[in-house]
Protein backbone atom coordinates (compact mmCIF):
# COMPACT_ATOMS: atom_id res chain seq x y z
CA UNK A 1 0.00 0.00 0.00
CA UNK A 2 2.89 1.93 1.13
CA UNK A 3 4.76 1.37 -2.20
CA UNK A 4 1.44 2.31 -4.70
CA UNK A 5 1.09 5.10 -2.85
CA UNK A 6 4.56 6.39 -3.31
CA UNK A 7 4.32 5.88 -7.36
CA UNK A 8 1.09 8.04 -7.26
CA UNK A 9 2.85 10.70 -5.45
CA UNK A 10 6.13 10.70 -7.11
CA UNK A 11 4.32 9.91 -10.82
CA UNK A 12 4.15 13.05 -13.26
CA UNK A 13 1.76 10.77 -16.05
CA UNK A 14 -1.72 11.74 -15.50
CA UNK A 15 -2.88 8.31 -15.90
CA UNK A 16 -0.38 5.92 -14.39
CA UNK A 17 -0.89 8.56 -11.09
CA UNK A 18 -4.82 7.64 -11.88
CA UNK A 19 -4.21 4.01 -12.02
CA UNK A 20 -1.87 4.08 -8.71
CA UNK A 21 -4.46 5.70 -6.69
CA UNK A 22 -7.27 3.69 -8.14
CA UNK A 23 -5.22 0.23 -6.70
CA UNK A 24 -4.84 2.12 -3.60
CA UNK A 25 -8.43 2.79 -3.14
CA UNK A 26 -9.19 -0.71 -3.93
CA UNK A 27 -6.85 -2.30 -2.01
CA UNK A 28 -8.71 0.04 1.33
CA UNK A 29 -12.07 -0.87 0.32
CA UNK A 30 -11.03 -4.61 0.00
CA UNK A 31 -9.44 -4.14 3.78
CA UNK A 32 -12.83 -3.41 5.20
CA UNK A 33 -15.42 -5.64 6.18
CA UNK A 34 -17.59 -5.26 3.01
CA UNK A 35 -14.47 -5.69 0.73
CA UNK A 36 -12.69 -9.47 -0.06
CA UNK A 37 -10.62 -9.38 3.40
CA UNK A 38 -13.20 -10.37 5.86
CA UNK A 39 -10.76 -12.88 7.36
CA UNK A 40 -8.58 -9.96 8.16
CA UNK A 41 -10.86 -7.88 10.55
CA UNK A 42 -12.36 -11.73 12.08
CA UNK A 43 -10.43 -13.34 14.55
CA UNK A 44 -10.11 -16.14 17.54
CA UNK A 45 -9.92 -12.87 20.29
CA UNK A 46 -12.88 -10.81 17.72
CA UNK A 47 -15.59 -13.54 18.43
CA UNK A 48 -14.65 -14.00 22.15
CA UNK A 49 -15.57 -10.62 23.13
CA UNK A 50 -18.74 -10.63 21.59
Not at 25 to 35: E, I
Given at each position: ???????????????E??????????????????????????????????
Amino acid sequence: MLEITTKAESSTDPTEKATNYFLYATGLYNMTYYGNARVVSSSVIGKRNR
